[in-house]
């Protein structure tokens, strides 16, 4: 709730008022109105009651919802190499953390292109290629996506490397690139390239430093997002943003 004092100053201490009225924050006062916000709330609570949670534990799920707008910090990512699906300009980037063995990750695949195709030129989605295990079958398909990524087939090779994990060998990885048509004498090459295993180092040490405790690991605008990663949250999260 607004104290008095803020609304009559129009300025707030923390320069982090919710509503934006009693802001200077660019973020914070581009495009607010507190009347949509309270619309886009109590939507939200009669979802979450529609789910039968208690008291309680809406009130819970409520906090983080704050929590991933407002964090007590945000984090600035630099796109380099990484995959992009969307325009570089968009005012929002979703930044994703994912594991090709992931389960969650391959669920959470669709609904983030759905997303990006939804809100085309105003949301962009960096996937940072992050195998749990940096041997192995998951190192193996992280390798193949980034190298498909390398013939412009990035997010197709993606895709099947979520839906087929029996694929994620040598030869299975080689039979996908046949099938999306990249040049196999290449893809071969730079499936070894040790350029790419550093690649992958640096996203490893960074999500170290972050603190990733899984994956998917998602941020909105450097805010890492604490929500469940369904479609409806993620949209709702999407939409606070912009």
């Not at 699906?85 to 994912?98: D, Q």
Request: hydrophobic share 45%.
């Amino acid at each position: 709730m607004l104290a008095i004092g803020c609304i009559q100053a129009q300025r707030c201490h923390t320069n982090h008022c919710p509503t934006g009225i009693a802001t200077q924050h660019p973020w914070l006062v581009r495009g607010v109105d507190p009347a949509l916000k309270s619309v886009r709330l109590a939507n939200y609570v009669v979802f979450l009651a529609g789910m039968t949670r208690s008291p309680e534990e809406i009130g819970k799920v409520v906090a983080k919802r704050q929590e991933s707008v407002f964090p007590a910090k945000v984090h600035t990512f630099v796109a380099g190499e990484t995959p992009r699906l969307g325009p570089a300009n968009a005012p929002l980037t979703i930044v994703e953390f994912a594991d090709f063995e992931c389960g969650h990750c391959a669920d959470v695949a669709p609904v983030l292109e759905r997303l990006v195709t939804r809100f085309r030129g105003r949301v962009t989605l960096l996937l940072r290629v992050y195998p749990l295990e940096t041997k192995g079958p998951r190192l193996l398909a992280a390798q193949a996506a980034l190298a498909a990524g390398r013939q412009g087939k990035f997010w197709p090779m993606a895709a099947r490397l979520f839906a087929e994990l029996e694929s994620h060998t040598a030869a299975g990885v080689e039979g996908l690139a046949k099938s999306l048509r990249l040049d196999l004498p290449r893809f071969r090459a730079d499936l070894g390239d040790v350029a790419l295993l550093r690649q992958i180092e640096r996203n490893k040490i960074e999500g170290v430093r972050l603190g990733l405790k899984g994956t998917p690991t998602l941020y909105f605008n450097g805010k890492e997002f604490l929500l469940p990663k369904d479609e409806k949250h993620l949209l709702d999260r999407i939409e606070e943003e912009l």
